[in-house]
């Protein structure tokens, strides 16, 4: 019996099915919903190549155009500034992924705030410039930022789900079709409207998404893929919310997943979170409700363990030197970067000493005109802005096998400088090996 073979490639596009001229969360219609359907099993989606594709508007609150030049006018105001470092992905809160008889394959919360991370971890100057302006319309300078959200874009987004960024050749006859779910963010959360003294201006803005469309590649074969049961192996995102209050903060929870490659947390004070005043999507350090933005509270030890016990190292992380010195914590930022990409495989980053602020720059303001001072950034480094997060790995040694947390408590105690009366919001991402069983129509997520 002859082998399958490709022969050619055929270019996709389909619209959402729930066709809106434009969709916004203002206006009540938040949700894109796309349907991709089953094939004859001769030809594949080369998931490497698909792309959410728009473009974005945004508006102010007489709906004419945002204008974030008023710092130099009147009233003196940012009307709408999005997070420089991941751009106008910042709109997507969510996407799922079912097939035709609605049974999640999988589905990615809190999706603008992981990348919050993995953009400014995995990507250097040079790669906003010369990809992510692009891509996702993230510059990693908040004043070049807000001149591009002073006009209409174009966008053409990778969506980091585990079944597209795992580049597998996927074949729809085998899962049923697929339905792409895609909730986006609200006004608030992607918006920092602040007037020049820092406070939140009247003049609140809205986004908007019009020419919405799914594109990808076919891979068109010579003849049908005969049928197969063989499971499909995939990287699945899973996300957590949890609050730390407390200078000696412990949680315990159960993951229900039976192989973590790594997991890694950010934080950001829970006021600042859908707050007109902050940007929601920052990172910075551990801060108390009254630390300004040069103020941060600092971590002193840091535990992982499974079922009460230490794991995957079998020792505290104990950073009360570097604290005591005003030092950079090595160890925990290390754990935390190698996390999310092995630190061996990083070829480069955002992350430097002016974004970890260990300089004392002078007129600090954490990357935004606030008070009258100017914005503190360098075009060859960023914004000056934490990019901090505690993380673990509990595949070391990349070969696939992660750590048991099926039946097993993910546990961490993290002892800091908090004052107790001010609450951080803990978003935690594990990355973990699975496998889609397929029968027939049906599928089936096991681990």
Known sequence: MSKVRPISITKAVIYPINSQQEYTYLKGNPIINFQLAPQNGQRLIDTKTLRLNFKIKYYSADNTYVNNDRRYGTPVEYTAQVNPRIGNSTVIDLVRLRNYKNEIIEEVRHYSRSLASVYSITNSMADYRNKLSTTDGATALQLAQNRATNSCRSMSLKLRCGLFLNETKLDL??????????????????FNSTKIDGTATNNQGYYGLSDVCLSWNYINLDSPLPPSNQPINYPQY????????????????????????????????????????????????????????????????????????????????NQRRQVANDAFEAHLHRNFVNSIISFNKLNSSLVSSYSQGLWNYANYNGGYALGGLAVKSNVEKGDFKKIWGIGVKYDALNRGIGGEFKNSFFQERIESTLNGSSPNTAFLFCQSNQQLLTQGSNVRPIQ
């Open 238 to 317: 899973a996300s957590y919310t949890q609050i730390i209050n407390s200078s000696n903060d412990s949680k315990s929870m159960n993951l229900n997943l039976q192989s973590v490659n790594g997991a890694f947390q950010n934080f950001i004070l829970s006021s600042r979170i859908n707050n007109w005043a902050f940007d929601s999507y920052e990172t910075p350090k551990l801060k108390n409700a009254t630390d300004t933005e040069r103020e941060n509270q600092r971590v002193l030890e840091v535990s992982h363990m499974r079922n009460a016990m230490k794991y995957p190292l079998k020792y505290t992380i």
């Open 173 to 190: 006859n085998q899962i049923g079709g697929l339905k792409l779910d895609i909730m986006l963010s609200a006004d608030s959360m992607v």
